[in-house]
């Protein structure tokens, strides 16, 4: 399939501070990413709290400008784009957040949230509850408001109101992070669904490795704003130690016997100020005195990873 998606050399930096006596320190969010989604697939970004993901899912729309990068959609580059172009564009683009509920107007009926996209577009917007019936509720649930509904249910419109007008590509921002693990179940098998129904392709942000690997055709995975691993396939082995210890937290159906990131130690760098070699080097068990010294590069190929001493596959 062709790519849908061409992400090369994004960055995004945020200075913060400054002032009388403080000079503007600056914070790289999102640094050098490159990859590509092809039509139909299902990329996962996965990491820790704080990685950059949500701001590179943000930049991907260009719901915030980078600091230098391309992102090419369709053939077409979205920095090169008038306001109204990129309103046009925006059709074949959706976003579903990670918090429902304050993704959704409480003001709002939900026929009123289904009908929001259309008004944006200047389009009629067909039946709210033919709508809500794609996603599992039933119809009659239309003039019901935000607060009448479950964490899943919300959710459920939240997916509503990002298909309305049938886009190509949709972002999908830690979609299960704040509910139940029963109902994260449900929203997956729903997302699978209409992919399957709808030839949809997914940009998948998380930060459990367990689920990604369920749900994901491929997976980048972040680490302080850069990619460090691209596991080709959703059962590859990892390469990268950071993937390893991701992989030892990973997700199971009991919450009582989840981990945290018990293989690691040490102190995560601060991003207004990064190490001169690798990020991971103070946690990471393999770490020598190249790794403290030089940044490595992802290193191109099937399995691509950035680590002088990577696991074997």
Excluded: N, W
């Excluded at 400054?18 to 640094?31: D, E, I, N």
């Excluded at 306001?83 to 009926?109: C, E, G, I, N």
Aim: hydrophobic share 40%.
């Amino acid at each position: 399939m062709p790519d849908l998606l061409t992400v090369k050399g994004l960055t995004k930096s945020f200075q913060s501070g400054g002032g009388l006596f403080q000079r503007p320190r600056t914070m790289m969010a999102v640094r050098e990413v490159s990859f590509s989604l092809r039509k139909g697939e299902v990329l996962g970004v996965v990491g820790e709290s704080g990685c950059g993901k949500s701001t590179l899912a943000r930049l991907v729309l260009r719901l915030i400008e980078p600091t230098s990068g391309q992102v090419t959609f369709d053939g077409t580059d979205l920095r090169a784009l008038s306001a109204p172009a990129l309103r046009r564009m925006r059709q074949r683009m959706a976003m579903v957040f990670q918090d429902p509920y304050s993704s959704l107007d409480p003001r709002f009926t939900l026929a009123q949230v289904l009908a929001e996209p259309f008004t944006v577009q200047d389009q009629k917007a067909p039946d709210p509850g033919a709508m809500l019936e794609t996603v599992g509720l039933p119809a009659t649930m239309a003039q019901s408001h935000p607060h009448q509904l479950s964490g899943g249910q919300r959710q459920r419109v939240g997916i509503a109101r990002a298909l309305a007008l049938s886009p190509d590509l949709v972002v999908l921002d830690e979609p299960t992070a704040s509910l139940d693990v029963s109902i994260q179940a449900q929203i997956i098998a729903l997302l699978s669904q209409l992919r399957d129904e709808r030839g949809l392709t997914y940009l998948f942000i998380s930060h459990d490795l367990g689920l990604v690997r369920y749900f994901c055709d491929r997976v980048l995975v972040m680490y302080l704003g850069a990619v460090v691993e691209v596991l080709p396939r959703a059962d590859a082995a990892p390469r990268h130690p950071y993937t390893a210890a991701l992989q030892a937290s990973a997700f199971v159906p009991d919450p009582g016997q989840r981990r945290a990131l018990a293989p690691l130690t040490g102190e995560i760098p601060s991003p207004f100020d990064l190490p001169p070699g690798c990020a991971f080097a103070g946690r990471c068990p393999r770490a020598s005195d190249l790794c403290r010294m030089k940044r490595p590069e992802l290193e191109p190929g099937p399995h691509p990873v950035a680590c002088f001493h990577p696991l074997k596959d």
